[in-house]
């Protein structure tokens, strides 16, 4: 697997090449976004933070100070805003009690116990916890998402309902330890599913994995 799981990487970057994720301005943003795009597009995301940075609330405690219904109406693009405002507070909560809003200090924790902690924090799930570890904080942990089981499982190297874990252990296992290539990797797998591997209508004929 892990010589698949490598072709599969160099054709993928061939195709499209680096993909320079993600696109934010600091570590925090970074954190916000990944909440944010919980079941909405990345434009919608962006538009929540731009308003969050026309309104220079974009900081922990700032955000985490704003009445909620005010963060709910900055947030309005990105759908189930009153529930995405409530699960930005809650993860802000844990952010300034336990790491004290610090960036460095968050970075610092080993990854294994800080997945556990964010998994125990109301509304973030496992393609949460990992985008903040791999894309805020750079930790080597592969990130799974609809896109990624699409396209393994129509290839069969992953069973169509397959868990979180199981997807994960295949590249966790498969591929060096390395945050870089899991960013990278990941990125691409999001660009493939949206470029070809749509959920309808595969466009198999002229996709870089037709060789699979
Ligand atoms: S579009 Fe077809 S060839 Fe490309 S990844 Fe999807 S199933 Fe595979």
New binding site residues.
């Given amino acids: 697997m892990r010589n698949r799981l490598g072709l599969i990487y160099s054709k993928l970057h061939s195709h499209f090449g680096p993909q320079h994720w993600w696109p934010a301005e600091s570590p925090f943003e970074v954190m916000v976004g990944a909440i944010l795009t919980q079941n909405t597009s990345w434009q919608n995301v962006e538009k929540a933070i731009a308003n969050l940075k026309k309104h220079q609330v974009l900081n922990p405690r700032k955000i985490y100070n704003l009445p909620q219904a005010k963060l709910a109406r900055l947030i309005r693009s990105t759908g189930y805003y009153n529930l995405k405002a409530r699960r930005l507070k809650e993860f802000l909560k844990f952010f300034i009690n336990e790491y004290a809003a610090s960036v460095k200090k968050i970075s610092q924790a080993k990854s294994g116990s800080l997945r556990k902690e964010l998994l125990m924090v109301k509304g973030i799930g496992p393609e949460t916890a990992d985008s903040i570890l791999l894309y805020a904080l750079n930790k080597p942990v592969f990130v799974i998402d609809a896109y990624t089981k699409r ?1 393994f499982s ?2 069969k190297l992953l069973p169509p309902d397959c868990a979180y874990p199981q997807a994960q252990g295949l590249f966790m296992s498969g591929l060096k330890k390395d945050a870089r290539l899991f960013n990278e990797y990941h990125a691409l797998l999001v660009a ?1 599913a949206k470029a ?2 749509r959920k309808s209508k ?3 004929s002229v ?1 870089p ?2 060789f ?1």
């Fill in positions: 396209i129509r290839h493939l070809y591997c595969p466009k198999c996709c994995l037709d699979l």
